[in-house]
């Protein structure tokens, strides 16, 4: 096992600052984002954030941000697109975090050549399928036309599943380095292996999704917490 400390002490900044702007961010979004569906989600979801972007047809947007002649629409799709343009800030630190966890384990020896390398790109391929999903949102949320929709709704399934997957592959191939490390940081390892592994249940039922995301965020937590504490 090799230990490089000038590389660990740039992860561990990446860590602390990466980390630091996803918990702000994400303080900011929640506060911003709409809490709730105005009339329905997209079955199976809870979040309407989630549920807009894993939205399939015209029903589901208009459920979530209301039909065009309701009351409530306005402050929905004025909430969404504000989030949604924040979150091309958040797109960036999260997976920057990402950068960071693999060049710490990379510094400490646990992951290696090409596997470290590999893992490296995974976090380009997570930020281009979130930056392309957010603009067929932003454009979705500003019609009022079902047939209209149909084309952005056709390209949003796959930039968002392009996400999601970059996401769970990546935190599924970090979980058992990061349980080698001898500090309690490996425990983080083990969120990020479940979190991967709800989240490839979506194959089979979607709104796992929410779930493993759920579950990432909390093991992005306890990365940062610990990167405080190096």
Not at 28 to 41: G, K, Q
Not at 79 to 90: P, S
Not at 131 to 140: F, Q, V
């Amino acid at each position: 096992m090799t230990d490089d400390s000038s590389g660990e002490g740039r992860a561990i900044t990446i860590l602390r600052v990466s980390g630091g702007a996803v918990l702000l961010l994400s303080f900011v979004m929640l506060a911003i984002f709409p809490a709730a569906s105005v009339e329905r989600n997209v079955p199976g979801f809870v979040s309407p954030v989630v549920g807009f972007e894993l939205a399939s047809e015209p029903s589901h947007v208009f459920g979530i941000l209301g039909q065009p002649d309701a009351p409530a629409r306005a402050a929905a799709v004025r909430g969404m697109n504000l989030g949604n343009r924040i979150d091309f800030l958040f797109m960036v630190a999260y997976p920057a975090l990402y950068v960071g966890i693999v060049l710490l384990l990379r510094a400490r020896g646990h992951l290696t050549g090409g596997r470290a390398r590999f893992v490296l790109v995974l976090p380009v391929v997570m930020w281009l399928g979130d930056l392309l999903e957010n603009r067929e949102l932003l454009a979705l949320a500003e019609l009022t036309d079902p047939a209209a929709m149909t084309s952005g709704l056709a390209r949003l399934r796959p930039f968002t599943i392009m996400k999601w997957y970059a996401l769970f592959g990546t935190s599924a191939l970090l979980a058992y380095p990061i349980w080698q490390d001898r500090s309690w940081w490996r425990w983080s390892g083990v969120l990020f292996g479940v979190a991967a592994a709800v989240g490839f249940v979506s194959v089979v039922y979607l709104p796992a999704i929410e779930t493993a995301g759920y579950l990432l965020a909390l093991a992005w937590l306890t990365t940062w917490v610990y990167s405080l504490r190096s």
